[in-house]
């Protein structure tokens, strides 16, 4: 079993940054990705980003590319999200994520563990 806690959402103006971290535990990570996902508000959730405990290889979704950034900490075991230039369309809940990796690439769907989410409001 994986267990994951978010923390540092809050309410940022539109341009601003925030950094959202992720604690993993129960299990090495050697072997699984972790991704951030959006829900805004009255939509469905959304892929944002993901990164590759071993390799620290990442992807994002096309909507925060080249303005946001994950990353990982292997000896915290906690991974990252850096938010900047944010924009009021930013504004939803996050959620961390974890599975077991796949043999290539980088998956944006599937994931078997979830934290409990982080809420971002972005105003204007």
């Known amino acids: 079993q994986v267990q994951l806690v978010e923390s540092g959402g809050g309410l940022v103006q539109a341009g601003g940054s925030l950094r959202l971290s992720c604690v993993v535990s129960?299990?090495?990570?050697?072997?699984?990705?972790t991704a951030w996902f959006r829900q805004p508000p009255g939509k469905e959730r959304e892929f944002v980003a993901v990164?590759?405990?071993?390799?620290?290889?990442?992807d994002y979704a096309n909507s925060v590319k080249g303005r946001f950034t994950i990353s990982r900490d292997n000896a915290k075991n906690s991974a990252y999200l850096e938010m900047s230039s944010l924009k009021t369309e930013d504004t939803a809940v996050y959620f961390c994520?974890?599975?077991?990796?796949?043999?290539?690439?980088?998956?944006?769907?599937?994931?078997?563990?979830w934290g409990q989410g982080t809420q971002v409001t972005v105003s204007s």
């Open positions: 994520a974890a599975r077991v990796q796949t043999f290539s690439g980088l998956p944006r769907s599937g994931y078997t563990y």
């Open positions: 129960g299990r090495p990570l050697s072997g699984y990705v």
């Open positions: 990164i590759r405990w071993s390799s620290g290889d990442t």
